[in-house]
């Protein structure tokens, strides 16, 4: 019996051995890595037009730098994550639209295919190319809009079923009404100021209709 248990001891030492043996070695493994591939040299970014900062998704950006790719398909411009749609390529220039992303700090850099480095980081401003105006509510629509050599707006402003008439915004932000609604007029397609301050307005009949310079 003894002679069991001690040969039944001797096994499992010995294989408990055996698999830490074996647990420690590090077998070699095939790497994707090839250590004699070489790779083109890194972008650079050395200025961005205009740069003052941009519109997003309005305005047409021009980076000037070096290595880039004369490949359109081979170049990437990111804007924060995004990846700008580009017009024109050449290996120092690169003129792309502007991508909607906003901020004073939006981080650009380039990158390029063969090339194992993104380019220096550049920060640059991208605003919103509207912004909301006028204070209308929900159910106020501005169906034609007009602006004087002051820099006024005239609006023709209407809701789901009447015309509301034409409200002045000054260029300080100010809003007038400038005319009350207009009799069997649900809304004006079309506005203009013209000479002296006069605003004319049509709409889908055989007629110009003409506002004085005071509303």
Same mark, same amino acid.
């Given at each position: 019996m003894r002679s069991s248990l001690r040969f039944s001891v001797v096994v499992s030492a010995t294989a408990l051995s055996t698999m830490l043996w074996h647990g420690c070695i590090n077998e070699k493994q095939g790497s994707l890595f090839d250590p004699n591939t070489s790779f083109t040299p890194a972008p650079t970014i050395t200025s961005i037009t205009p740069s003052a900062g941009a519109q997003a998704a309005v305005d047409t950006l021009r980076i000037t730098g070096t290595n880039f790719s004369s490949s359109a398909q081979y170049n990437f411009a990111y804007f924060n994550s995004t990846v700008a749609s580009l017009l024109q390529v050449s290996p120092t220039q690169i003129v792309l639209a502007a991508p909607f992303v906003l901020g004073d700090s939006v981080r650009v850099r380039m990158g390029v295919q063969g090339a194992d480095q993104l380019s220096n980081l550049v920060?640059?401003?991208?605003? =919103? =190319?509207?912004?909301?105006?006028?204070?209308?509510?929900?159910?106020?629509? =501005?169906?034609?809009?007009?602006?004087?050599?002051?820099?006024?707006?005239?609006?023709?402003?209407?809701n789901a079923s009447s015309d509301i008439g034409v409200r002045k915004y000054t260029a300080g932000g100010d809003t007038t009404h400038f005319a009350p609604p207009?009799?069997?007029?649900?809304?004006?397609?079309?506005?203009?100021?013209?000479?002296?301050?006069?605003?004319?307005?049509?709409?889908?009949?055989?007629?110009?209709?003409?506002?004085?310079?005071?509303?």
């Amino acid at each position: 019996m003894r002679s069991s248990l001690r040969f039944s001891v001797v096994v499992s030492a010995t294989a408990l051995s055996t698999m830490l043996w074996h647990g420690c070695i590090n077998e070699k493994q095939g790497s994707l890595f090839d250590p004699n591939t070489s790779f083109t040299p890194a972008p650079t970014i050395t200025s961005i037009t205009p740069s003052a900062g941009a519109q997003a998704a309005v305005d047409t950006l021009r980076i000037t730098g070096t290595n880039f790719s004369s490949s359109a398909q081979y170049n990437f411009a990111y804007f924060n994550s995004t990846v700008a749609s580009l017009l024109q390529v050449s290996p120092t220039q690169i003129v792309l639209a502007a991508p909607f992303v906003l901020g004073d700090s939006v981080r650009v850099r380039m990158g390029v295919q063969g090339a194992d480095q993104l380019s220096n980081l550049v920060y640059y401003k991208l605003s =919103a =190319a509207i912004e909301a105006f006028g204070n209308l509510t929900p159910q106020e629509f =501005a169906r034609a809009i007009s602006t004087d050599a002051s820099g006024n707006l005239y609006a023709s402003l209407s809701n789901a079923s009447s015309d509301i008439g034409v409200r002045k915004y000054t260029a300080g932000g100010d809003t007038t009404h400038f005319a009350p609604p207009t009799a069997l007029v649900q809304q004006w397609f079309s506005l203009k100021v013209g000479p002296g301050g006069y605003v004319y307005a049509v709409r889908n009949s055989r007629g110009v209709f003409r506002y004085n310079p005071g509303g």
